[in-house]
């Protein structure tokens, strides 16, 4: 019996799938493989059915999002070990292999990710998850390979083993039970940053998040809301302020949250002088529903909150002022 799941989310996708299914395909018979369908309106279903009738096909009633819709979708899903793959993603020979290693031979290793390279220049890192993400003090995410917008070409500079704080979404491996455990993603996050809930939240139970290097894929990115849509930066911004709110020790939480929430504001005006006046109202909007789910939020804190969450004090002061543009 196969022990991997790969489960790819669908909504609408059916280019994608005709374009980046068939490798996964290809380089993944050690795994069974799903489509969650998102309740698409396009004809996915029906052209998995007929091309790919290999893969199995979870429909989901309407489209949740990228945390319901797995919640939803991996309810079904039985094997040991889940591997949630966006449907933008082109993989590589045994890149299952050297992952489902890991985790047979760690059991105290929760959640992997591979080593994500951009699909359209191969030699570099993706923005996405890169060579694996941390936060610094005030849960600004960054990632070997990737710091802001400075992508790093890859050298084989990140080819190994490491321990992270959190792993993509684009490519995230995840023990079914610790998933089922930790309640999966949060579903109130729709879509962006509820990987690095997750992971926070496992963190905070005392589990292993890792890299592996050896395991490789490209990744296109952007290709279901694109970077310059307002509402993507609304649910990065009112998200990230939800997960710290869960998740903050508590004597960093009120103390972090005003400094975010000051720098919130110092990028919103930024904004307005680009001219990008949708960017500073969706800021606006992601506090207004911040505040009104302040309650709601804090209720969901566990008891369990490690103060060692960060790498680094502050990787905008690294990046920024001291010109730091690489990992270290």
């Known amino acids: 019996m196969k022990k991997t799941a790969i489960v790819i989310l669908n909504w609408n996708g059916q280019k994608l799938l005709e374009e980046f299914l068939p490798s996964v395909l290809r380089f993944s018979s050690e795994a069974n493989i799903y489509v969650a369908d998102n309740a698409s309106s396009d004809t996915s279903v029906d052209f998995i059915k007929k091309t790919f009738p290999s893969v199995k096909i979870i429909q989901n009633t309407e489209n949740f999002g990228f945390a319901k819709g797995y919640n939803q979708a991996l309810r079904f899903v039985e094997e040991e070990y889940y591997a949630l793959v966006n449907s933008d993603i082109e993989v590589t020979e045994n890149w299952l292999t050297p992952i489902i290693e890991l985790f047979d031979q760690e059991p105290e290793t929760a959640i992997l990710q591979p080593k994500i390279l951009d699909y359209k220049n191969k030699q570099w890192f993706e923005y996405?998850?890169?060579?694996g993400g941390f936060i610094d003090q005030y849960a600004f995410p960054f990632c070997r390979g990737r710091i802001f917008q400075t992508l790093e070409k890859d050298n084989g500079q990140y080819n190994d083993t490491a321990d992270i704080f959190w792993a993509s979404g684009a490519c995230f491996f995840i023990r079914k039970d610790v998933y089922r455990k930790l309640g999966g993603f949060d579903e109130d996050f729709f879509a962006h940053?509820?990987?690095i809930d997750l992971c926070w939240r496992a963190f905070n139970q005392g589990l292993k998040v890792k890299y592996c290097g050896k395991s490789t894929v490209y990744h296109v990115g952007g290709a279901t809301l694109k970077e310059t849509n307002p509402h993507k930066t609304f649910l990065n911004f009112r998200n990230s302020l939800w997960m710290m709110l869960k998740n903050l020790p508590r004597k960093r939480l009120f103390p972090v949250l005003f400094i975010r929430l000051s720098q919130d504001g110092l990028a919103g005006i930024k904004f307005v002088?680009?001219?990008?006046?949708?960017?500073?109202?969706?800021?606006l909007r992601s506090h207004f529903s911040f505040y009104l789910n302040l309650f709601k939020f804090l209720n969901k804190r566990e008891s369990n909150q490690y103060d060692n969450y960060y790498k680094i004090k502050s990787i905008t002061y690294q990046y920024f002022v001291k010109k730091g543009k690489v990992f270290e």
């Open 128 to 131: 996405a998850g890169a060579g």
């Open 273 to 283: 002088f680009e001219g990008k006046f949708a960017h500073t109202w969706a800021i």
């Open 193 to 195: 940053q509820e990987e």
